[in-house]
């Protein structure tokens, strides 16, 4: 069975290509093709990069006409040095990572015109993603004719979370709205609390875990019995912790004061709130935090400012999940921030260090998944190499299988 994931952004699109057998592999395996369309590097124009074991092709192609990028994408899989099939007709199935599922949705689905249109209807909640997500889907249609589909919503994983967890204390007219906590980065929550279920040789069921995803986009779970009973992205991906351009969780009235004082509209008050605050707002210099932290070896104060905004806020929501939890049996950091910055996972862990959490002082982080936590930890701490594309692929695999 040959699995095509999409994984679509609103500057970017990652997709990959797995081959599995009768059987799910106990390893993940490498994709036999991965390609990444890029939309940001150059004004007008989408940089086109595909790796396969035999060649690799890079193209640069104008922007504006986003379908005609995605063919291109996918013409690589079956022509020219990158060529890993012979006809598109191999492709058994095409998985999508669609970043909001609303209430409708709490596990991966295959796509049908009802599910399309869901998924429409709830880019009112996710304007950002759910179009570029709709997008992929419809271009597959376009391209690939009816080959099957199938959506795995970054919401699904947050869906058992309780009431009390979930619902804003507004107006109780928002919970009828639909306006609650959904959360994010499911996928990823998910792969890593299977995975170090696996590592520990531990039931996940009998597990309490915090996982924290931090990358651009950054956000923590709380893990019991195998599902997110609380987690900090909440109606949009906006809530919670400081990111590389979102500010995470503000003061509402911030935004009011704005509005009434400063003539803001509602589309300033967005732009500012995802693309211009966070690590990139508060320094001046980047949203990346290998540049913040460059900087602050030559002296920034903003850049220090920024970094130490976003490791106190950190450990104040680490603080608050482990309070969900009642207590903690492992402690997952992924996520291009967590799995690269050891100076990150040491100022997040040290003040849990009056719970007997110790974390081993060379934290050697290699390919694999690996322990970082000392010998005489009293909690286990790892390093996760997410996963989305495999857990997307592996989706794909058990619905077709079962259906």
């Known amino acids: 069975m040959k699995i095509l994931v999409m994984n679509a952004g609103s500057s970017s699109q990652k997709s990959c290509l797995y081959e599995i057998g009768n059987a799910l592999p106990a390893k993940v395996p490498e ?75 709490h596990s991966s689905i295959r796509i049908t015109p009802d599910v399309k249109a869901a998924i429409d209807r709830l880019s009112a909640l996710a304007p950002v993603h759910n179009p570029a997500n709709l997008e992929g889907i419809e271009a597959i249609e376009q391209f690939l004719g009816d080959v099957p589909q199938v959506a795995v919503f970054d919401t699904a994983f947050h869906a058992q979370m309780p009431d009390a967890a979930a619902i804003y204390p507004g107006e109780y007219d928002w919970v009828e709205k639909g306006i609650r906590r959904y959360g994010f980065h499911g996928t990823s929550h998910r792969y890593c609390a299977d995975r170090v279920a696996e590592l520990m040789g531990r039931n996940l069921n009998e597990l309490r875990l915090i996982t924290c995803h931090l990358g651009n986009g950054c956000s923590l779970a709380a893990i019991q019995n195998g599902h997110s009973i609380d987690t900090t992205m909440g109606f949009t991906p906006l809530d919670g912790l400081m990111m590389g351009t979102r500010s995470g969780s503000v003061d509402p009235s911030i935004l009011i004061y704005l509005m009434r004082q400063e003539g803001y509209t509602a589309d300033q008050l967005d732009q500012v709130l995802n693309k211009k605050s966070g690590l990139l707002g508060i320094s001046g210099i980047s949203n990346d935090l290998r540049s913040i932290t460059e900087a602050i070896e030559f002296g920034n104060t903003r850049a220090k400012l920024a970094l130490d905004i976003y490791i106190h806020r950190l450990r104040r929501e680490l603080g608050g999940m482990l309070m969900s939890l009642g207590g903690l049996d492992g402690l997952v950091f992924t996520g291009g921030v967590g799995e690269n910055s050891a100076r990150v996972r040491s100022a997040a862990c040290e003040p849990l260090s009056w719970l007997g959490i110790k974390l081993d002082p060379h934290q050697f982080v290699s390919r694999e998944d690996t322990l970082i936590s000392a010998p005489d930890s009293a909690t286990s701490v790892w390093v996760i190499h997410t996963q989305e594309d495999w857990t997307i692929a592996r989706d794909c695999w058990e619905i077709l299988v079962n259906s």
Not at 72 to 83: K, P, R, V
């Open 31 to 105: 994709p036999l093709w991965e390609a990444k369309i890029d939309w940001t590097h150059q004004p007008n124009v989408a940089e086109l990069k595909v790796t396969t074991g035999k060649g690799e092709l890079k193209a640069e192609l104008p922007a504006d006409d986003r379908p005609q990028v995605i063919q291109q994408l996918l013409q690589s899989l079956w022509t020219g040095e990158t060529q890993v099939i012979a006809d598109p007709q191999e492709i058994t199935v095409v998985g999508h990572r669609v970043v909001h599922g609303g209430q409708d949705y």
